[in-house]
């Protein structure tokens, strides 16, 4: 195993765990912070809720066409370059939404935002896999990588608030675009390529440490396996709810007279809270497997849609995205995990590429349909409700998945 120049203790496996903790804050960057710009677009150019929202649907299928290409890139070549165009792309996307003027400005400019943002999730998350392949806190280490998510939530909901009361959306908008890609480029440059695994290699279940099985998967299609499709159908409900809560959360809470800076305060801190989840899986998953660990969090989070539905008063707010968020930073591990455990280290990359490829397309239009049920009912009511329901049916199928 490589390690840093100097020293003969520290793996640097921890040191890809950094740089990877830093790319995955960019999808709370990315993933969270469009519900803070959502007011502020419908002030401005008055468009119904349903047309904002078609902005972070052009996102999502930006993020869906990317995130297969570079999981499989993953699976070949060196990371780093990867991180290196994601980048830019994104950087750029975002940066340029600066300028919108029409609603199909602001679909092209998210939708290369997304296409670059695909690479922070399924190039950390297989990077990180390989590296701590066989080894005692496998589970913990990716935990900390999905944990950089909500880290990012937590800082650039509430500092892209700040950005557009102090200096407008558009401003906001750009200085966000160079974040991005400061943080990515610079990670890009400390992570590495994984040491060489046995071809077709079976990560520990849930994170324990030791090799359960060897074997090579090659002449199989593991896309094609019932476990994958129930593993991915599940995660997609659960992508699904996310994608709605992190679009209309702001709206919704701001409809019942909550200010615009407390939900995005509250939108943060459902990030926040979600980093303890991620953790929390790791070191659950190591305990009761990753599985388990799905479905408690898919329960969790159906749970929580059911107290939002009675929303009322502020304080009810924060028990939802404490609820909410815990749960579903616990589900993001659980997820990538899961794939690892049932299906080896072989083609990870591209497995959790084409895995989350499906859940985000199966997500993509779920924020346009619930501001359409809004502009049609003048409730969130229905979409919330159609929302359980779908978290209901993700629990139920992950329950049923057999290795």
């Not at 392949?133 to 950089?148: C, I």
């Not at 939108?267 to 991620?278: A, D, K, N, P, T």
Request: include cysteine; aromatic fraction near 12%; proline fraction near 4%.
């Amino acid at each position: 195993m490589p390690e840093v120049p100097g020293s003969q203790k520290v793996f640097y496996g921890w040191f890809v765990v950094a740089a990877c903790f830093a790319v995955t804050m960019t999808l709370g960057e990315t993933f969270w912070s469009f519900g803070v710009f959502f007011k502020p677009l419908e002030n401005e150019f008055g468009w119904s809720r349903a047309l904002i929202s078609s902005g972070y649907t052009a996102f999502l299928l930006g993020y869906s066409v990317s995130v297969i290409a570079s999981g499989r890139l993953a699976d070949r070549y060196s990371p780093g370059p990867i991180l290196l165009v994601s980048a830019v792309l994104a950087g750029l996307g975002i940066s340029l939404c600066s300028q919108v003027q029409d609603i199909n400005e602001l679909r092209v400019f998210l939708f290369f935002g997304g296409m670059g943002a695909g690479a922070t999730w399924s190039v950390p998350a297989s990077v990180v896999q390989r590296w701590f392949y066989g080894k005692q806190r496998a589970g913990l280490a990716l935990s900390l990588v999905a944990a950089g998510v909500g880290v990012g939530a937590l800082i650039f909901a509430p500092l892209i608030n700040f950005l557009i009361l102090t200096w407008g959306w558009r401003n906001a908008y750009l200085v966000v675009g160079i974040l991005y890609c400061s943080i990515v480029a610079l990670s890009s440059a400390v992570i590495r390529q994984s040491p060489a695994l046995p071809k077709g290699a079976v990560a520990p279940t849930g994170g324990r440490s030791g090799p359960k099985d060897i074997r090579d998967s090659s002449t199989v299609k593991p896309w094609l396996a019932p476990s994958f499709m129930g593993i991915t159908l599940s995660a997609s409900f659960a992508v699904l709810a996310f994608q709605v809560m992190s679009t209309h959360l702001i709206p919704l809470a701001t409809d019942t007279g909550i200010s615009q800076t407390s939900s995005a305060a509250a939108l943060g801190l459902m990030g926040g809270f979600s980093v303890i989840g991620r953790i929390m899986s790791g070191i659950t998953a190591d305990r009761i497997g990753w599985q388990t660990t799905l479905v408690l969090s898919l329960t969790g989070m159906a749970l929580s849609v059911v107290w939002l539905l009675f929303l009322r008063a502020e304080w009810m707010l924060y028990i939802f995205v404490f609820v909410f968020g815990l749960c579903w930073g616990g589900r993001s591990p659980a997820w990538a995990g899961i794939l690892g455990e049932f299906f080896g280290m072989g083609s990870l990359g591209g497995l959790i590429g084409i895995s989350s490829a499906i859940a985000q397309v199966i997500g993509a239009f779920a924020p346009y349909l619930a501001g359409f049920i809004f502009d049609a009912t003048g409730s969130y009511v229905m979409a919330l409700l159609i929302v359980l329901l779908f978290l209901v049916g993700g629990c139920l199928i992950a329950l049923k998945i057999k290795k």
